[in-house]
């Protein structure tokens, strides 16, 4: 089964699973903070190829053309948690909180971040949320 899973009260959350390959082309107008779960991804730019796998979190920037193919890996579905920032956010963060980018174009690809317990956390946490069915008060 291939798809994405997203929740009304999770509106910025995505989730991706797939049992085979699959993909396609990518222009997204949001910044795309990825973390590969199991399976790999694939990210197919103009002139690089970048690979992920379990445990690995990137950031793409928006407006990014890029291809991005899923596969499953040693019999485990490809699955990924994509948390959405839209550029609005990103300027009200940045208007608090000086940059601290160095040497960093915006059109150099995907950011990569070190495995990092704390983004593991940070997306682990976010799984409940696209289960929720509904919100009780």
Known sequence: MTGKQSNRYAELVVVCHGDRRYGGELVS??????????????????????????????????????TLLKYPKDGVAYRAILLKLPPDLVRSYYAQHSPAVAGRTATAGPLAFPKSPLLQSLFASLLPYLELKSVDS
């Open 29 to 66: 107008e949001d910044h795309l903070l990825i973390s590969v779960l199991a399976g790999e991804l694939k990210v197919v730019l103009a002139d690089r190829t970048h690979w992920y796998g379990p445990g690995d979190a990137l950031l793409l920037p928006r407006r990014q053309p890029a």
